[in-house]
């Protein structure tokens, strides 16, 4: 019998992955280039000269520069992961106080600046944009404020420009979940992107033609000038004045020329957003065949991606593995094939780096619910019951709590400075108390201050002013901001949470990819696994679908409480409950009202994510138990783990079974 001819070493996946996306950066910066060509005939006011070859100007590359810094920034923090945190509000916190925040807005911020010279280099003279008013023959140069207003308006455009980057995490590249579908062409997939980077760029500007002015004359202008002017009179011999003139140069037609300008833009940075997001979002394909075809060893290749610890190499080799086992037979086939390597066969190098996704989903989970009680370094596990919302445990600043018995008589100190803490410790305990150890405030006294609040305050003022009914007050407010639209961003939900804890900081496309492909293959292994490997792990296979849907449902179900900010499931909860009291105290109606209420309930939701996992999980599942059940002594799976695989798919959540 003839053997396998033995593979050759695999080159690493990135020599593959690298060039594709070199391409797709340089068709996103032609997307660019076209909108700063268009942006250079606008500012030379429609000229004959412009209009008939713009890309042969100098202006067309200068105003490409600003786009080209938000490339830079995007390839330097893209992430495929939606960054999570138990709350919007406290996600946009945690992001403004990073150093990618300070990296944005620098990048922002010098975008707007070389954009604003680029204009004012551009603009007739008869705009009056130049740094120095010469005046008349017989006054000396003074500062002109026009172009100070000019560059600060730019400013806070960056500012707004990096707050709505942070906002809606445009340096997400969110990878599509479902990957079986029909692909749009380019063109139809950067219509809707560009049509809403024109939109925004109008809105933003009509906002800040408003705004803009308030906030340069109340806040910048002063500062603006006095630094405007502290670095021209090194250059020129200024008058001595250190304030800006009394009438504001905003009154005139500036406000108009940002607007425009502004507009322009806005749109650059949106549509080069736009751009780099379209085409770094396209399928890992050369030439409508997986990236790693032209390797000696394709597999050898794409399973060092799916290795790899980086990222978007790693979420790519997924997505290559999903295309391959779905759309390419011929190169699945070779996943089965090829069993001469020193590493082990194809497969079973590939199955321990899909079954790790839902290894890793029921890890997290198992963490959430036992964490751990106490770390040499000080931390602590979290408390489900003081309302943990399934955060990374932080480092403490200081020691843990003494669990010792505080009723024992301290040890007697060591040395001085032990006994010098002793004393001090001993006369801050002391203040307030009599010489006795008992408080200085006697029976007489108390007596005394309840007559006197009797005698001005009733009962119900005093109660109303006691510590438990202020708790119950604050408390009231605080449920009732986050009812409003304002409290919205402080809301801990329960599908964010779920998200949170489940998906912890993978990306959902990755873990469905991982679990289809899976599927895939071992469901063709029936007629392409000519060895007859593949068999022996498909029981594996479906144990780990199977508690990965029984762990995750329960989990939803069952074991995440609902956090206090929630205010519309807790208040969905307490109307049923208020209900369900009426309806057993009030017949027939009140039972029809139950109906509706049970109808009108929020169904506890693990997230679009979760649900999507959990729908990938149940679909191969389903898949593997329909090609494999002829077959289910054969592969080693018993009686009872198929039939409760089979409850899983056909029954919804589990009521009162726990995860095993």
């Given at each position: ?219 910048l202008r002063q500062t603006a000038w006095s630094w405007a002017y502290t670095v021209t009179k090194n250059f020129f011999s200024l008058s001595r004045s250190t304030r800006p003139p009394q009438y504001a140069p ?411």
């Amino acid at each position: 019998m003839a053997t396998a001819p033995k593979l050759p070493p695999p080159r690493p996946y990135r020599d593959f992955l690298t060039p594709v996306l070199h391409r797709r950066f340089w068709h996103a910066c032609l997307v660019a280039f076209g909108v700063a060509n268009v942006g250079a005939i606008w500012m030379s006011d429609f000229e004959i000269s412009w209009s008939w070859f713009p890309i042969c100007y100098l202006r067309s590359i200068l105003l490409f520069i600003p786009a080209l810094g938000v490339f830079i920034l995007r390839v330097a923090q893209l992430h495929i992961a939606p960054r999570k945190g138990p709350s919007p509000a406290h996600t946009f916190v945690s992001q403004l106080c990073s150093y990618k925040t300070l990296h944005t807005l620098a990048w922002y911020a010098f975008s707007a600046w070389f954009f604003c010279e680029v204009y004012i280099w551009s603009a007739p003279s008869k705009a009056n944009l130049a740094i120095v008013d010469p005046g008349k023959p017989y006054e000396r140069p003074r500062l002109n404020e026009r172009p100070i207003y000019l560059r600060s308006m730019f400013f806070l455009l960056s500012l707004s420009q990096t707050a709505f980057h942070l906002i809606e995490d445009y340096d997400l590249l969110p990878f599509p979940i479902q990957k079986t579908g029909k692909v749009k062409p380019l063109i139809a997939q950067l219509q809707q992107p560009l049509l809403r980077a024109a939109q925004r760029a109008v809105i933003r500007m009509v906002v800040m033609a408003f705004l803009g002015p308030l906030i340069y004359a109340l806040f910048l202008r002063q500062t603006a000038w006095s630094w405007a002017y502290t670095v021209t009179k090194n250059f020129f011999s200024l008058s001595r004045s250190t304030r800006p003139p009394q009438y504001a140069p905003f009154l005139g037609d500036l406000i108009g020329r940002f607007f425009a300008e502004g507009a322009l833009l806005v749109f650059l940075w949106e549509a080069t957003n736009a751009a780099f997001g379209v085409f770094f979002i396209q399928e890992p394909l050369k030439k409508e065949a997986p990236l790693t075809t032209d390797s000696a060893n394709p597999n050898g290749s794409l399973i060092s991606g799916l290795k790899s610890k980086k990222e978007a190499t790693n979420c790519s080799a997924l997505w290559e593995l999903t295309l391959i086992a779905y759309r390419f037979p011929a190169r699945r086939e070779t996943i089965y094939k090829e069993i001469e390597d020193k590493n082990g066969s194809t497969w079973s190098q590939t199955l321990p780096h899909l079954l790790r996704e839902c290894q890793a989903i029921k890890q997290r989970i198992q963490d959430y619910q036992n964490p751990p009680a106490h770390h040499e370094d000080g931390s602590q596990g979290g408390d489900k019951a003081n309302g943990d919302i399934g955060l990374p445990h932080l480092p403490k600043i200081s020691a843990p709590l003494n669990d010792a018995n505080i009723l024992q008589a301290p040890p007697a100190p060591k040395n001085n400075y032990e006994a010098v803490a002793s004393q001090v410790d001993s006369f801050a305990k002391s203040r307030g108390l009599s010489p006795s150890g008992k408080s200085l405030r006697s029976s007489r006294a108390e007596s005394l201050l309840a007559r006197g609040a009797d005698a001005l305050m009733s009962k119900d003022q005093q109660e109303n002013i006691s510590r438990s009914a202020m708790a119950h007050q604050v408390y009231t407010y605080a449920l009732a901001v986050l009812q409003s639209p304002i409290g919205r961003p402080f809301r801990v939900t329960f599908a964010r949470r779920a998200e949170l804890i489940v998906m912890g900081d993978r990306a959902a496309s990755a873990v469905v990819d991982a679990v289809s492909s899976l599927a895939k293959l071992a469901v063709c292994s029936l007629k392409e696994d000519s060895y007859g490997r593949v068999h022996r792990d498909v029981a594996r296979i479906i144990r780990t679908y199977a508690e990965t849907i029984q762990m995750i449902e329960y989990f939803v179900s069952k074991g995440l409480d609902v956090h206090w900010t929630d205010v519309e499931m807790l208040n969905a909860g307490s109307t049923e409950e208020t209900t369900n009291g009426t309806a057993v105290n009030g017949g027939g109606r009140s039972t029809t009202a139950v109906r509706q209420n049970a109808a009108k309930k929020p169904q506890r939701s693990g997230g679009k994510e979760v649900e999507a996992v959990v729908a990938a999980l149940k679909s191969g599942l389903k898949d593997l138990l329909n090609e494999f059940g002829e077959f289910r002594e054969e592969i080693g799976l018993s009686s009872a783990e198929w039939r409760r695989a089979k409850e899983l798919l056909v029954s919804g959540r589990p009521t009162g079974v726990g995860p095993s």
